[in-house]
């Protein structure tokens, strides 16, 4: 199953650093990404567009994830001239991500 499946995304920037939050739609769900989507199968899944780090940061009051992204904008706005240079399409590429499913909503 892809994340697409079970969670929605929202993606945000400043400078050359992008954010992904991670949001299950059935709260149930939480638990299992927080098992399966660590940093470094995000990190794997975006190495074609993410060059730096990537950190996860945990919400269990909101079931959600955020990543911070290092290195993803070529530069930021204001230099990038990469046709999205606000990573707003960085969302749907996180949950293309396969996942083994188990989710709430099987």
Known sequence: MKLYDIAHSRAGDKGNTLTLSLIPYS???????????TAERV???????????????????????????EGALDG?????LAADTHGKC??????????????ARE
């Open 76 to 80: 930021g706005v204001t230099t990038s």
């Open 27 to 37: 709260p149930a769900d939480y638990d299992m990404l927080q098992r399966e989507i």
């Open 90 to 103: 960085m969302s749907g590429v996180l949950l293309d991500m396969e996942i083994g499913g188990g989710g």
């Open 43 to 69: 990190a794997a899944h975006l190495a074609t567009s993410v060059r730096g780090e990537i950190r996860r940061y945990e919400m269990p009051r909101i079931h959600a994830l955020l990543f911070v992204c």
